[in-house]
């Protein structure tokens, strides 16, 4: 394929892949090779959004399990995701590629708020979108805000970047290493086996929208413009009937960008 498989897509990035090998934080040169690789593919036309989790400094669930307010502690996670957000911003525009910020907590004194329509122009102006603080709205996590934002957005599909992880098993390979990969799964295969690479709001976004997932390692420095050129790797939930369908949407759709 001489040219991208995909005009816009979503990457969804966990709070913990930031962190490295210290498991916590940010680790700047996890975020340097991620942005390189956004550059790459950046270069080659392809209009790029991000999601941030925010895991890799705070995680609301397990606070709240442990006896604090559950709707407080998920907002600690929201902020947290902001300073992943703009950790990300500024690696990648020392690179050269024009990034925003857009939040669904206004602060705007750092980052815009989150207008779907003015993210949709960023995007067609080719400058890469990254969207923090969830949904706005504790109970919801980042998997979930992928799932939304790339609806409202019509991204055509998700990669869902993992590290050291290069796709979906039927068992935990570390336990089994028997465990057999799938290539392909589909939406409903991956809810009633409860595999856990994203959670079930996510997915049932994605099955009702017809948006593939695609489960990858991003430690694998080239991975992300190799599945943009149309390589198979990692795990596609979905599949290409979902692309289909984005594609006639978006084309029998008038613009909303606004401007």
């Given at each position: 394929m001489s040219k991208p498989g995909y005009k816009r897509i979503m990457l969804k990035l966990?709070?913990?892949?930031?962190?490295?090998?210290?498991?916590?934080?940010?680790?700047?040169?996890?975020?340097?090779?991620?942005?390189?690789?956004?550059a790459v593919?950046?270069?080659?036309?392809?209009?790029?959004?991000?999601?941030?989790?925010?895991?890799?400094?705070?995680?609301g669930a397990p606070a709240g399990k442990q006896?604090?307010?559950?709707?407080?502690?998920?907002?600690?996670?929201?902020?947290?995701?902001?300073?992943?957000?703009?950790?990300?911003?500024?690696?990648?525009?020392?690179?050269?590629?024009?990034?925003?910020?857009?939040?669904?907590?206004?602060?705007?004194?750092?980052?815009?708020p989150y207008i779907r329509r003015r993210a949709v122009r960023h995007l067609e102006k080719g400058r890469v979108v990254i969207f923090a603080c969830g949904t706005g709205n504790p109970y919801f996590s980042t998997d979930t805000t992928a799932a939304l934002r790339a609806a409202e957005i019509d991204a055509e599909v998700i990669l869902m970047a993992k590290r050291g992880v290069d796709g979906v098993y039927e068992a935990d390979p570390k336990i089994d290493p028997m465990a057999r990969k799938f290539e392909t799964l589909p939406y409903l295969e991956m809810l009633n086996r409860g595999l856990t690479v994203m959670d079930s709001t996510a997915t049932a976004l994605c099955?009702?929208?017809?948006?593939?997932?695609?489960?990858?390692?991003?430690?694998?420095?080239?991975?992300?413009?190799?599945?943009?050129?149309?390589?198979?790797?990692?795990?596609?939930?979905?599949?290409?009937?979902?692309?289909?369908?984005?594609?006639?949407?978006?084309?029998?759709?008038?613009?909303?960008?606004g401007h």
């Open positions: 966990s709070g913990e892949a930031l962190a490295g090998d210290q498991g916590f934080g940010l680790d700047l040169s996890v975020m340097n090779s991620l942005s390189g690789q956004l593919i950046h270069k080659k036309g392809v209009e790029v959004a991000v999601v941030v989790g925010g895991g890799n400094i705070w995680r006896g604090m307010d559950r709707t407080t502690a998920d907002y600690m996670g929201m902020l947290a995701t902001v300073i992943n957000a703009l950790a990300l911003q500024d690696s990648l525009e020392k690179l050269g590629v024009e990034t925003r910020v857009q939040t669904a907590i206004e602060m705007r004194q750092i980052a815009e099955m009702e929208n017809q948006i593939p997932i695609i489960i990858f390692n991003f430690s694998e420095v080239g991975n992300i413009e190799r599945i943009i050129m149309g390589e198979k790797i990692g795990t596609l939930v979905g599949g290409d009937s979902g692309n289909g369908q984005r594609d006639s949407q978006r084309n029998g759709k008038p613009d909303e960008s």
